[in-house]
């Protein structure tokens, strides 16, 4: 089975857009493309639902790909499309309790660098630094 999903890499100043789940993993904001949907604006809409902030994309970073076995014991072959993002929302944030998310901040770039679950995604918040800081 494949999956595509798309997420952001929301920057504001030194910061960085990070969740936190119930069971206390923290991971960039992500999620599944609905219908026809772009991977663009899946990557919009899921930051804006699982965080409540809105963002802007300023430009592609690139994708993860990894497999896992889903609940039903299905192997899923997953495809994450990362999109380096602003956002005029300030540190204003709500998390999507109903998707399992207790916390959304904006973290240090240095403390997200160590707090991320994932090393995929820690490498793709420092693709989207360097990208940002050559604006």
Known sequence: MEEISAGGVVINGDTVLTLRKFQGDWVLPKGRLEGDESSEAAAIREVEEESGVRGDIIKYIGYLK?????????????????????????NMTNP??????????????????????????RNMVKKAIELYRNL
């Open 66 to 90: 990894y497999i896992y076995v889903g609940v039903d014991g299905t192997k899923v072959n997953k495809t994450v499309h990362y999109y380096l993002m602003t956002s005029a929302d300030g």
């Open 96 to 121: 999507q309790r109903e998707e399992g998310f207790i916390e959304a901040v904006f973290m240090d770039t240095d403390k997200v660098l160590h707090k991320l679950k994932h090393e995929a995604e």
